[in-house]
Every structure is written in C-alpha cells, then in structure tokens.
C-alpha cells in the first residue's frame, strides 16, 4: 500500500511540472565589419621628377558569406627625359604571397608596371640581367619581367630591343625572394608581398639598365612611399 501512495505522489508530482521547454540552437554572433576600405599608402616619382601619385587601397569583397580583404591600386606616374616616356603604375600578378600582417595572405601580388614610349631616332635595348630593384632596405635584387616563366627565372634574361616610336609595356619585381612552395599551402608561385607591404617614409628604385644605339643610357627611378593624406 506504501508502495502504491509513493507512486501516486510521484505520478501527481510530475503532472504538476511545467512542461520542458524545447532547446533553441544558439546563433553564432556575426564577425566583426571590417574597417575598410582604407587607403594603404601612396607612392611618388621623387627623381627623376614625375607627375601623379599611385594610391594602394585595401578594399573589401564577399567571398560567399565572408566578408574578405583585397588590395586595389589606382592612378599613376608619369615622366620623361631625353630616351622615352614613361608611365608607372601597379599591376596585379599571378603571384601569392604573405602580407603586412600576421596570417594575412595576399592573392596576386602587385608589380610595379612600366609602359615608356621610345623618343628617340634609333633603337633602345633594355639588358634584364643588369637591371635591378632597389627594395626599401636599400638591399639590390634581381629582377624578372612579363617576359619571364617563372620555372625559368635564374636563367639568363633576353634584352628587349625598342623601335624608335614604339611602346614596351612590361612589369618589374623583384625575383630572390620568388618560390613554388609555402608551408600549409599547396604549391604555387609565392613571394613575401614586396608593395603591399611598403609604408610611409619607405623608398625604393628601379635601375634599368638602357643602351640606346651603342651608348649607354641606364635609367634609375627613385620612388617615396608617403602618407595617405599627402
């Protein structure tokens, strides 16, 4: 009989229990917004003079759901002398490689482009093997070009012969740091991002090594980084 009351209690007891309420899947919060776009730096002509500024900005883009960082360039440099005309820009490549920050990885990495017009009555030859880049810690490196493969680039570089009157419209970066392989990546063409990492106050140049006709005409570009607001 004790038996039957404790049961009956139970039973009572559990019939004036509020009904369990049914779990809900907690939502994740959304990420943070990136603060974007921003303008990373600005890039000048300081010798020999030039005209107009490259702007480097990182803007953002949906990759799916997920909101991503790209970096954008803008604008351009213009210059002339005695052998051509000269227009610099930036120009996307097929090129990865780590950015300015920690864990950043920067899909196509930009060169430096170089479009010069020859002005002068005879042929100019650029010799890739003795042109350089200057990079921001002032060390030299040697360059590749548009007409490079880069399963090729420690082979000897061909010199590209200019036409009087006709344009050469190449890139420039510079080749020691270039590999195939990054760790945790699969194997593709890397480097350590060269302009995307620049800040301002950097310089760097580029020597290009000219010969028009029979005499030599080497060409050195001296480049400032400036602040966003110049």
């Known amino acids: ?5 404790l049961v009956g209690a139970l039973v009572l007891l559990w019939g004036c229990m509020p009904p369990a309420r049914p779990q809900t899947a907690t939502k994740a919060p959304p990420p943070p917004r990136l603060n974007l776009p921003r303008i990373a730096h600005r890039v000048t002509l300081v010798s020999p003079p030039g005209q107009g500024v490259i702007e480097l900005r990182q803007e953002s883009q949906m990759q799916g759901s997920v909101e991503t960082a790209v970096y954008r360039a803008y604008g351009g440099i213009l210059a002339s002398d005695d052998v051509a005309r000269w227009r610099f820009t930036y120009i996307k490549t097929s090129l990865e490689g780590p950015g ?5 990885w920067v899909d196509g990495l930009h060169a430096m482009s170089v479009i010069f017009v020859n002005t ?11 042109s350089r880049f200057v990079d921001a810690s002032g060390r030299s490196q040697r360059v590749i070009h548009r007409g490079v493969q880069l399963n090729q680039r420690t082979a000897q570089m061909l010199p590209s012969t200019l036409a009087p009157g006709a344009t050469l419209n190449e890139f420039v970066f510079p080749g020691d740091g270039i590999t195939f392989s990054a760790p945790g990546r699969a194997s593709v063409w890397n480097s350590p991002a060269v302009f995307e990492r620049l800040v301002p106050g950097a310089e760097f140049s580029i020597v290009l090594n ?9 060409r050195t570009f001296k480049f400032s980084v400036v602040p966003p607001s110049t």
């Open 1 to 5: 009989m004790k038996r039957l009351l």
């Open 100 to 104: 300015a920050t920690r864990g950043e």
């Open 120 to 130: 002068t009555r005879g042929d100019l030859e650029v010799d890739w093997e003795q």
């Open 210 to 218: 000219i010969k028009s006709g029979q005499t030599a005409a080497p």
